[in-house]
């Protein structure tokens, strides 16, 4: 069984820090994509960061030099840095895996990130 079990959201103010972490089970995802997605209020399910299996790794516009992914192989975790946190990154955040032809298969149960202005 496949589980990608998120951790590590919660609250903080606009310009701090917080580490989201994503452990994987049950699926050998160093030879598949693996991504975060999040789902900012009133919006749609949107990707943050892929990281693609041949290690290519592409970031959202809008966290760009603020987000920063992080692969563990050994641990199989994948955590995202998120810095200089803003409002608009407030939603709930998803680790993803992909299958084989590259769309997102599974998904963690999702965990929320609120920030305050």
């Known amino acids: 069984e496949v589980r990608l079990e998120e951790s590590g959201g919660g609250s903080a103010q606009a310009g701090e820090s917080m580490r989201l972490s994503c452990v994987v089970s049950?699926?050998?995802?160093?030879?598949?994509?693996m991504a975060w997605y999040r789902q900012r209020p009133g919006l749609a399910r949107e990707g943050v960061v892929v990281?693609?299996?041949?290690?290519?790794?592409m970031y959202a516009d809008s966290v760009k030099g603020r987000f920063t992914v992080y692969k563990d192989d050994a641990k199989s975790t994948l955590d995202l840095q998120m810095d200089r946190l803003k409002s608009e990154d407030t939603g709930m955040y998803y680790c993803a895996g992909c299958a084989r032809n590259g769309e997102v298969k599974y998904w963690g149960q999702g965990i929320q990130v609120t920030v305050s202005s």
């Open positions: 990281l693609g299996s041949d290690g290519s790794v």
């Open positions: 049950g699926y050998t995802y160093s030879d598949h994509c």
